[in-house]
């Protein structure tokens, strides 16, 4: 059963319709990664996936025992999450409950984000402050946030940006182990086409309307044929 079901979906913001014609199945286990130029409305889809603003036409569906708020979601990193001004178990904590920081958490919550932090490889520097992290440091306690929200699907948003390769990688390596050892269901908005070639099950190619929708395999194949860049 599908975890999210697109069909004939299209959002927008009043008048302006910045996504329309998706049809997608994102099913348990899958590895899906969204590309497209700036503008292509892959954010928009960001935005529909969590629900924060709702269809102008079509419908998405959230199966297999999904709810809409049970996707953990790392966003666009900002000079603001940078510099937030906490310790790493705080920082992971918060994914907790909705609204941020929170006075009170529950035995489980606690046990929740411990589990997140050594999944992640962070449960020795829980006691650091955030903001005197290096960028991949960050960027894995955030994505440890992500994973105390749910255990089912993470949706990525630019996970790598402003990291320098090694860091890169070594994210894409962990989120590839989440994928496969721990059975994550995996959304990523990237232009990391390496990253692309190495992890993805499915590629959406956006431009407004889907351009592409199929498998790595189908999408590395007709780049080829084209002879085009994988991007």
Do not use: W
């Not at 590309?35 to 935005?47: A, H, M, Q, R």
């Amino acid at each position: 059963m599908a975890l999210i079901k697109c069909e004939g979906l299209a959002l927008g913001y009043e008048d302006n319709v910045a996504v329309r014609g998706v049809d997608l199945t994102v099913g348990r286990g899958d590895y899906l990664f969204i590309i497209g130029e700036n503008g292509s409305g892959k954010s928009t889809l960001v935005k529909g996936f969590l629900g924060l603003i709702p269809p102008v036409a079509g419908k998405i569906e959230y199966g297999d025992g999904l709810r809409r708020g049970g996707i953990g979601y790392l966003p666009q990193k900002t000079d603001i999450q940078r510099d937030f001004p906490a310790s790493v178990r705080e920082v992971v904590l918060s994914g907790c409950v909705s609204g941020g920081l929170h006075p009170f958490y529950t035995r489980e919550d606690k046990m929740r984000a411990h589990d997140a932090m050594m999944r992640l490889g962070i449960h020795d520097i829980e006691k650091k402050s955030y903001r005197e992290l290096s960028g991949g440091q960050q960027q894995r306690v955030l994505l440890a946030r992500a994973l105390t929200a749910t255990k089912t699907l993470l949706l990525l948003d630019e996970p790598a940006s402003g990291l320098d390769p090694d860091a890169t990688e070594e994210l894409y390596k962990t989120i590839g182990e989440l994928h496969r050892r721990d059975g994550v269901t995996i959304i990523t908005v990237s232009h990391d086409m390496h990253a692309l070639a190495a992890e993805a099950e499915h590629v959406l190619r956006m431009k407004t309307s889907p351009v592409f929708y199929g498998t790595r395999e189908e999408y590395l194949d007709v780049c080829r044929r084209k002879g085009e860049g994988i991007g």
